[in-house]
């Protein structure tokens, strides 16, 4: 079956810290991947998208990911945290040309001031 | 409004009780999702309509689910003789075109906790 992996569960940082949460997938076709974040007391909002060109995928916020088709890999980065990012991550993928979304278990991301 | 409206926000139950959950689309889009979400996990997939037609319900627990979305805009997911492994968050989300590829757009969510 087809899943999705996100090696840390829980991830403390400082301001300023770089950023790279992890995401793999398991499927072997063309994919479709995201990143959604969940701020406290908010709701799922899309950060980025990959769906086919440029590997590098710049989002909102300062955020971008990259997607290694060798790897099964699509992780997201920033290169200084702030204590506005303290919110939960998700990783997201659908097979291409499928609407069923297959989520991983989330990141939660603590920014200490 | 602007974004997808769910309601109610909380709901408590005792067990055997019916729930109704209540999913306003993005006015306009043509897809609308549920997912149940346990706590510690990510959303999984429980059925996908694309205007009033239900394509796919294969991710529904049991029977004991139902979801309808008639008019192709509002939609109910019901729940039937609730079990405490109900509780969840229930959420809705819609996209504004069809089939997989489009972002979708997710409600606050209704978390039902089954007594």
């Known amino acids: 079956a087809q899943s999705v992996s996100q090696h840390n569960h829980h991830v403390i940082l400082s301001e300023a810290a770089s950023l790279e949460l992890g995401c793999n997938y398991s499927y072997g076709g063309t994919v479709n991947l995201f990143w959604y974040v969940q701020y406290p007391g908010q709701h799922l909002q899309l950060l980025l998208k990959y769906f086919s060109g440029d590997p590098l995928v710049k989002g909102i916020k300062g955020f971008e990911a990259e997607f290694i088709k060798s790897k099964f890999s699509f992780n997201l980065r920033k290169p200084s945290v702030q204590w506005s990012d303290t919110a939960e991550y998700f990783c997201a993928v659908t097979p291409d040309s499928n609407y069923q979304l297959i989520w991983g278990a989330g990141t939660k991301l603590i920014i200490k001031p | 409004g602007a974004g997808v409206s769910q309601s109610p926000r909380y709901k408590v139950a005792k067990r055997g009780q019916d729930v109704a959950l209540r999913c306003d689309p993005i006015?306009?889009?043509?897809?609308l999702f549920w997912y149940q979400q346990a706590l510690g996990q990510g959303p999984e997939f429980l059925t996908y309509f694309q205007n009033e037609a239900q394509l796919d319900k294969s991710g529904l627990p049991s029977d004991r689910f139902f979801a309808e979305r008639p008019e192709g805009s509002v939609s109910t997911l019901k729940i039937q003789r609730t079990q405490q492994e109900d509780s969840a968050v229930y959420l809705c989300a819609s996209s504004i075109g069809e089939g997989g590829g489009q972002p979708q757009h997710f409600g606050d969510g209704t978390r039902l906790s089954i007594l």
């Open positions: 006015s306009g889009h043509v897809s």
